[in-house]
């Protein structure tokens, strides 16, 4: 046999742009025996025994055809829990998708669109796939978004992003700061996403009726326990909610599955499951912010479902390594100014007691 020839140069063949993009890396997902994994913000608790009925039931009837493109039936459970009706509602494959769509939909002038230097990193790679210019606000000393530090000329940006509460920090800004944005860009949408929204900072939504320019993100991969479902939507006007079905209908017709559409919309159908386990994990983040507190950490006061946390002593990347040498995983970043933190996921009480004995002999 002859030998396979020699690959090419990949670049070749790549569109210019892709050259000089820089993928957004999540968070690692390594299968280790016993691994406590609070890297990635995961829920510690299993989705709904009801969603994985409804799965189960998805999976064993119609897959042959084609899911409905439109997601009706989700997006009108999305409007029953959020106090809306159906043509409000948005529902992507994530709200990776979904903000990817919105980006695209609606920050493409040609202007910088503001965001906070410190928040979800996936932004600026969105920002470099569509030729957007981002405008990176510092966080303030306190690691806060100050909604004072986002007033621009009329007209002078794209519009503005902000995650709620923020991420990596977990901060919340006020509904008051919310709106001070909306009225300073009326002419701009304002994207709050608020993937830990349910965590303990206030929704936006009610916002909704009286800002055109509002769009709010939230995701089912959290508060829900389905980051493997790969559920997200978005809430805002009809005008807002039409450009994103635009851009969907341009690209992807069937974003979610069958079985997506039916474990998300038993979701929020499941009240008392998704109440029992948010307030399990706002028990957890406390109790576990207090004993972090204790072994001599900084932490910030979180409304998410993770903490973001430094120590006065300790270098954070050496903690994350020895804390991996042990089956514990937890994420940090190198980007200048936060490389002295460590973002840890709040997990079960079982996993949080773990973290913190290890932690305690780490600093002894
Ligand atoms: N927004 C923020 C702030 C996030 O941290 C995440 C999770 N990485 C997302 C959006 C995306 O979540 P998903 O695509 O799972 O809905």
């Known amino acids: 046999m ?73 997006r009108g459970a999305i409007a029953t829990a959020c106090g809306t009706t159906l043509d409000h509602v948005f529902a992507g494959n994530g709200s990776d998708e979904v903000l990817a769509l919105a980006f695209h939909a609606f920050f493409r002038h040609g202007m910088p669109l503001l965001m906070p230097d410190i928040s979800y990193s996936f932004y600026r790679v969105y920002c470099d796939l569509y030729g957007i210019e981002p405008e990176c606000v510092p966080l303030d000393a306190q690691m806060r978004v100050d909604v004072s530090d986002y007033a621009r000329a009329s007209g002078q940006v794209s519009g503005v992003v902000i995650a709620n509460p923020n991420a990596p ?87 979610l599955d069958r079985v997506a559409q039916a474990g998300a919309q038993a979701a929020f159908e499941d009240v008392a499951h998704f109440e029992r386990t948010r ?35 300790h270098d954070a990347a050496m903690l994350a390594a020895r804390l991996r040498a042990q089956a514990i995983l937890v994420r940090h970043f190198r980007i200048p100014r936060i490389e002295q933190y460590l973002r840890i996921t709040v997990g079960t009480p079982a996993q949080c007691d773990r973290l913190v004995a290890v932690m305690a002999q780490l600093l002894a």
């Open 2 to 74: 002859s030998a396979l020839p020699q690959a090419e140069p990949t670049s070749r063949f790549w569109s210019p742009q892709i050259c000089s993009l820089v993928p957004y890396v999540p968070g690692e997902q390594p299968r280790i025996e016993g691994l406590v994994k609070l890297n990635t913000n995961e829920n510690p608790y299993p989705p709904s025994p009801r969603v994985i009925e409804a799965i189960a039931r998805a999976a064993s009837e119609g897959l042959q055809l084609y899911p409905d493109p439109s997601s009706s039936a989700l």
């Open 169 to 255: 920090t977990g901060i919340a800004l006020p509904l008051a700061d919310i709106e001070r944005l909306l009225l300073a860009h009326p002419g701009r949408v304002v994207l709050v996403d608020e993937a830990y929204v349910d965590f303990g900072a206030e929704s936006a939504l009610a916002l909704v009726d009286r800002h055109p320019n509002l769009l709010v993100v939230q995701t089912l991969s959290k508060s829900r326990s389905l980051a493997g479902l790969r559920v997200g939507f978005a809430i805002g006007q009809r005008h807002l909610v039409e450009a994103l079905e635009r851009v969907k209908d341009s690209f992807n017709s069937y974003p």
């Open 279 to 313: 307030r399990a994990v706002i028990d957890s983040r406390d109790t576990l912010a207090a004993a972090l507190a204790r072994l001599g950490f900084e932490v910030l006061p979180s409304a998410a479902n993770f903490l973001f946390v430094r120590h006065r002593a």
